[in-house]
């Protein structure tokens, strides 16, 4: 048999079903993650990117099925920082050596455009690379954040599978999200995006879609992690996703995209205390420390077993680059490579 597996380390091009075989095959998982990592450290080297996380505003006006923050858990206690709070926060993670804020938040109309412009303005101020993740939103309110300096912005796909997208996601059209994701592109933002892994009624084709959905669009960055039931959704006792696949998901990315950055997600971790060290280790470069103040960061819950919610941001980080430099690996101090913030010019992405 022709190695498919070795042929992709060179090639980066996969068909739906050798994906899909690849998904499903227990015995080649060493494999596949060293073919993974092989690539990573061919293409963007051994340096890991640290990006500080601050989850502003817990409240959101969608439903997604399996998630902790869904308006209709009403078990949730919601909170939201102020432009002060945030802005104090991101300086913080400055002063820890943070040099890229992401902005995460749930759908949440308190921040309008001024507003969000205001905190974007005041980070920007900072010298620092800001990632915004709060939403769908029109190309004009896009436009606006950019306008003010956004550099990237993440909006996880979820899933290329529509149908599964439209029963996962009640009042949410899937089209609408691929649009948001092509008006970010058109904006110039590095365009980060994501999925799920283990969604009920999800198949592995389905994921090999995702898969090659993230090559079309060119993503820079992909995040992908394992679905992981929360109690207080309609899904709470749905079986959730595993780390092997989720794992071997990311590796199949790594082949496919071999230069864009991708993250060893929380999710990862929540399934296991070395999930995010054999994601780095399986074709992951990035790695995003909440910066969050404990007191808010234990009430942003996705999904439950969300990891290091009881550490400082400072210790955080330090606990992070001891574990990174015990696989052999280093945290990239500078701007550095990619998109990462030089000298008050955004890098673009090379096409
Ligand atoms: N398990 C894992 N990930 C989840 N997310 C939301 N709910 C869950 C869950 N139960 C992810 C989604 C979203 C990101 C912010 O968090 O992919 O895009
Ligand atoms: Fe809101 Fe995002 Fe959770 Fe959906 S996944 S309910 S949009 S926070």
Known sequence: MADFLTDARTTHSLSKEQIVRLLSEDARHDALLKAADDVRRRYVGDEIHLRGLIEFSNRCRRNCMYCGLRQGNLRAERYRLTPEQILDRAEKARDCGYRTIVLQSGEDPYYTVERMQEIIRGIKAMELALTLSIGEKTFEEYKAFRDVGADRYLLRIETTDRELYHRLDPG??????????????????????????????????????????????????????????????????????KLMLSLRVMAVLRLLLPDINIPATTAMEALHPEGRLRALQGGANVIMPNVTEAEYRKLYILYPGKPGTDKEPALYRSDIAMKIRSIGRSVSEGYGFRGDYLKGKAVSSPE
């Open 172 to 241: 949410m059209s899937w089209e609408n999200r691929a649009r948001c994701l092509e008006d970010l592109r058109t904006l110039g933002y590095e365009v980060g995006t994501g999925s799920l892994v283990g969604l009920p009624g999800q198949s592995l084709e389905s994921i090999a879609d995702d898969l090659l959905f993230f090559k079309e669009i060119k993503a820079d960055m992909v995040g992908i992690g394992p679905f992981i039931p929360h109690p207080d959704t309609p899904l709470g006792a749905e079986e959730g996703g």
